[in-house]
């Protein structure tokens, strides 16, 4: 799979979810709603990988990639998922955009990455700053909602220790194998924990989103966005692609707009610019030091 290609679709993809998520919570309980959406990419995945002869190994170094890998897929989803009960879809990606720095950390404690220069945390710092300003309207924090905004602080932060661990572990696997042997260890994760929380089996109303939102994440949020983000976590670094959580507001912002006539704010225009600014300064920053000297002497 060609690194460009993936990486957007991994942005395309988490764009999305967000909103997925909220849709098929609608009728179902949210961790039933997310065990039936890794069930069927699990048996889709299934398929392929037998269908493409790709090896899945069940030991070594393999199966510590899965466990690690388990913290994003089904500790840090089962906490998304519960928590777009209680705040905006929107908000999930505002606080998924603190996986960059949160990764940068990580990476430089677990993975003995390069210290980042200087430039690259402006950056994150301008960009965080364009987040904030993007969802301004939805940082009120009360009742209920406190208990959402935890929730999903404790996500983003499994979601970008899994990152981080994956890649230290290094098993190499395939990133089709990757996915698949996550997804099949986190069902019976996600039949507990539905089976203790709610254990009622519902009427599936085709009428409602839900279905259809299950649907769409297990085969392009589960497969489909997996399979990409894996394979470009083996060939960039765990803070690169954690930018990803960066860009994904902007486009979810539009698609509201584009889609289901939402508004348009100043602040939302100010806080898409200050995202792109910071993005900018985070790959191009480096080569402004040159630029700058030239023009003092």
């Known amino acids: 799979m060609h690194i460009p290609a993936a990486y957007l679709t991994v942005v395309v993809v988490w764009t ?95 993975l003995n990455e390069p210290v980042m220069p200087r430039h690259k945390w402006l950056a994150c710092g301008v960009a965080l700053t364009g987040l904030v300003l993007l969802f301004q309207d939805d940082l009120t924090v009360a009742g209920e909602r406190l208990i959402g905004l935890l929730m999903l602080l404790a996500a983003v932060l499994l979601f970008s220790l899994s990152a981080v661990m994956v890649k230290k572990t290094d098993a190499q696997c395939h990133p089709l194998a990757q996915t698949v042997g996550t997804l099949v260890l986190s069902l019976p994760l996600f039949a507990l924990t539905w089976w203790l929380l709610d254990g009622t089996v519902p009427t599936v109303d085709w009428a409602s989103p839900s279905p259809w939102a299950v649907l769409y994440l297990a085969v392009f949020g589960s497969l489909l966005g997996f399979v990409s983000y894996y394979h470009v976590l083996r060939h960039l670094s765990a803070t690169t692609v954690a930018l990803v959580t960066l860009i994904t507001p902007v486009f979810a912002l539009y698609l509201g707009f584009w889609f289901n006539g939402e508004a348009l704010t100043v602040a939302m225009l100010q806080g898409s610019g200050l995202i792109l600014l910071g993005l900018g300064l985070f790959f191009f920053g480096a080569r402004l030091r040159p630029v700058a000297k030239v023009a003092a002497s």
């Open 16 to 110: 999305t979810t967000p909103l997925g998520i909220a849709f098929s919570g609608a009728t179902l309980h949210p961790i039933l709603a997310a065990g039936v959406r890794m069930l069927i990419a699990a048996v889709l995945g299934l398929v392929l990988i037998r269908v493409l002869g790709i090896p899945l190994r069940w030991r070594g170094a393999a199966l510590k990639s899965y466990s690690w890998a388990l913290l994003g897929v089904y500790a840090a989803l089962s906490l998304s998922y519960a928590a777009a009960q209680f705040v905006p879809s929107g908000l999930i990606s505002v606080l998924y955009g603190l996986s960059p720095m949160l990764s940068a950390v990580l990476g430089q404690w677990l």
